[in-house]
């Protein structure tokens, strides 16, 4: 939720839902142009939305499917101008979930979306499924190696991508397709009994892969890879040849 990002978004008609900070400078619409004309510029803001003016909002305590599961929120909401977006109108939504556990409420989270015609239910809904796509940012950043990247060129940057996401892709297919004759024994045999998951898979692969000598088909010169022969797996402790200048 960066002005940044989002200001180039919105010229291009495209529409957000995010977090912000809950001191957010957001301001109400502002008061209808007068009939008789007035020296000046006309408002650009109404009057901010303080403490005190978001407490008297109307309130709504519903039940809804967020983060996996059934909770109580409790909801606010209004149509404002957000300052960071040059005044841009957003529907500002306070949300709180009830801690059944504790018997509390949840520290008070403002949302912001784009969209002013959505409900606040609606923009909160939207908002949680974004911890479905939290474990494949992980991924990107830890065990993909994404913030160790070397390509300097956004082609080679897209293609390298391209190749981790349908790696990781067919690991996943491979763990839902093959877990009935998975060397369990082999890889992790304190997990028998144990579904067999995506890391498990990539473990076996690495086990089998490791040593490979895929280099002995790759043209340095051409820079293709050739289709492997009946010898590419006879050795593979021989060390890899270096590339041509």
Excluded at 53 to 75: D, M, N, S
Excluded at 108 to 125: K, M, N, P, Q
Excluded at 173 to 178: D, G, K, Q, S
Aim: aromatic share 12%; charged share 25%; net charge positive.
């Amino acid at each position: 939720m960066r002005r940044r990002l989002l200001l180039p978004l919105l010229r291009q008609r495209g529409q957000f839902i995010g977090q912000v900070r809950h001191d957010t400078a957001l301001y109400r619409q502002p008061p209808p142009k007068p009939a008789k004309a007035q020296r000046g510029r006309p408002r650009k803001y109404g009057d901010k939305l303080t403490p005190e003016a978001i407490a008297t909002l109307p309130t709504e305590i519903l039940t809804l499917f967020v983060y996996g599961k059934w909770q109580k929120v409790r909801l606010q909401s209004i149509v404002a101008q957000a300052r960071f977006l040059n005044g841009h109108p957003v529907r500002a939504v306070w949300s709180a979930i009830y801690d059944a556990k504790h018997h509390r409420w949840s520290p008070t989270r403002l949302y912001l979306a784009s969209e002013t015609d959505l409900t606040a239910s609606e923009i909160v809904t939207l908002y949680g499924n974004r911890c479905q796509i939290e474990p494949l940012f992980h991924n990107l950043k830890r065990w993909w190696g994404i913030n160790n990247l070397w390509q300097q060129r956004r082609a080679v940057l897209e293609r390298w991508m391209q190749i981790r996401c349908i790696a990781w892709s067919m690991v996943q297919l491979l763990a839902e397709t093959v877990a009935e004759d998975f060397p369990m024994t082999a890889v992790a045999p304190w997990r028998i009994a144990t579904p067999v998951t995506a890391g498990l898979m990539a473990q076996w692969l690495h086990l089998h892969f490791l040593r490979v000598p895929f280099w002995r088909d790759y043209d340095p010169k051409s820079g293709k890879f050739q289709c492997p022969n009946s010898d590419f797996w006879a050795d593979t402790d021989d060390p890899p040849r270096k590339k041509a200048a």
